[in-house]
């Protein structure tokens, strides 16, 4: 039987298990992790990093456009839910299956920039595609493998998967979203050490067509989770039990994997016993990295779409692009994709240098460039009107020009949602936003400490909160005298710095004030992170135009324009998130809610004649 037994975790034991598995020390310089402590350090990112690609991944480049363009029919592989044996076959051909597997084991060796450049072209074309090529590596095999994995391991599967041997990630199950304390998949061991997995997994993307997964089981006597490589074999209890179906990404082999009693030999643990969450944590610090590339690849396509729309469409005596409105919008998504793409690429190019710990701001970039990405295909969708909302078989059976936006929108809306949605993102970045207080205070948020606890911690308290928080004000006295290479923009990066400070002390008097109940101040922390994220998009666009600029580069005056455009409109979206710190309706909203959840609103929802229940939900009990 593959029936999960799943955990009954508090939330408490929930935040303990992420807590446990988190990273603890950092690796290197975090860009994101110093300005929410008030040390905004523009020179760790300018100037920009820009490691550039190899001519072996240009000519790579050349050959996955052409493939994508003259092979890959996007409204086929839409329309009937299937990829189809001779595009996942070109896939394998051309290596990208391999993408970032070393040449060592039979794969294309890339980089991680030029992994996410590949997916940012694919992302302009499939998002289809894009899932199946990123499910694969970014979460599936290679990744963990790559980190983790023994000489044996990668010998044996990494050549497989750069072969075109499919990979799928399994954690996902019915009681398991976010929540990976309630993981219900077992492992358990036999007399020869080897593992045995019982369990059923959800929404596993390629899934329905992997050769191989990386698995996630919990042994039920030790409660540990550990990660295992698992062959697709129904003769050793796999089952594809179901394939699921979705809104957008329609060809996704994705499904209910069922594992009934699946023999795994003990050397096909990945890691060591109980490191499967932290492996897999880790693994997403960069493998996330491919989502905002590719939604950077929608963007760069919406806006080139709508420019030249807007510039031939004639409405109301002009070409709509002219009307004030629409001209905003145009500019604000050409100015929010330059904000995206500087923070991919950032997030990217840190990735690959030495003494960096890039986990916030692969976060951020996740969360940053999904959300905007998502901003910019509803508006294109509107400047587009009806055009943006009939399908590209449509468009073309009319004679018009077919471009689909309404597949680029059920495709990504999507990317909010899986590998952290949203919301863990933000939680994730609130967790780091928090922790030198956590260090430093931590007996003073714990609300299981003793008074003698809080009274000894108290010295060291005050040795860093008197110098910290006295520096925060005195450092905004040379802030004006600052920045000034940056001529135009300068201004920007002096609200950054400004700013920066101004964050890292209302979230000390959040502190101060919540104690303890900061856990639970979920949209104080959100805004938190929404300011800083913003700022440093703010800067890291800054830091490009400037760098473009200053180097002659021909977009130089263009990209400072863009930075200059996002800048100012991200000054406005920070300062009032920062007035709607102490200026809220978050604990009336919360009141309200929790009595929404108790019933209280019930007047709203569908009745029938007699007053009872009527809705969909209710009829489908
Ligand atoms: C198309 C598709 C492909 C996928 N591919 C894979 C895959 O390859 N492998 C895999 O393992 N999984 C996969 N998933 C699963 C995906 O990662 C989960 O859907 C995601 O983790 C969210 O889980 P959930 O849908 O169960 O939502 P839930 O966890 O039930 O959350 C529901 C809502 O509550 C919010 N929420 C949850 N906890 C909190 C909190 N503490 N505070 C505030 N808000 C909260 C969430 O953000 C969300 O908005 C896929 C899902 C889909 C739909």
Redesign the pocket.
Known sequence: MAGNQNVNASEEQ?RELVEQSRQADWEGKGFLKNLFLGDFRMDWIDPFPNKGVSAEYLEFEKKLEDFLKNKVDSVKIDATGEYGDDVIDGFRKLGAFGMKISKEYGGLGFTNVEYCRALELVGRYDGNVT?LLS?HQS?GIPSPLKYFGTDDQKKKYLTRCAAGAVS?????EPD????PARLGTQVTKDENGDYIITGE???????TIAELFVV?ARDPNTNKISAFIVESDPNNGVEIAYR?R?MG?RA?Q?GVIKFHGTKVPKENIIGKEGAGLKIALTTLNTGRLSIPAACVGASKMMVEECRKWSADRVQWGQAIGKHEVITHKLIDMAAMTYGMESLSYLATELSEVKGYDIRLEASAAKEWCTTRGWTIIDEAMQIKGGRGYETEASLKGRGEHAVGIERAMRDSR?NR????????MH?MMARECVDKHLQVAGAMLDKKATIGKILAALPSIAAFYIPWYAGLWIRGLFTPFRYGQYGRLAGHVRFVETRARKLAREVFHGMAIYQAKMERK?AFMFRAVDIAMELTVMAASVARANGALKAGAAEGKAAVDLADVFCKNGRRYVDTKFAEFWDNDDDAKYAAGKALLDGKFTFLEPKDVTGAANSSAAAAK
């Open positions: 929930a899932a499910a979460i799928a990630f399994a954690l996902t398991v979203g976010s929540d997994k959800l929404w596993c993307s390629n899934g996630m699921c979705f990404l996704l994705n999507i949602i899986f590998e952290g949605s949203s919301e863990i939680l979920q």
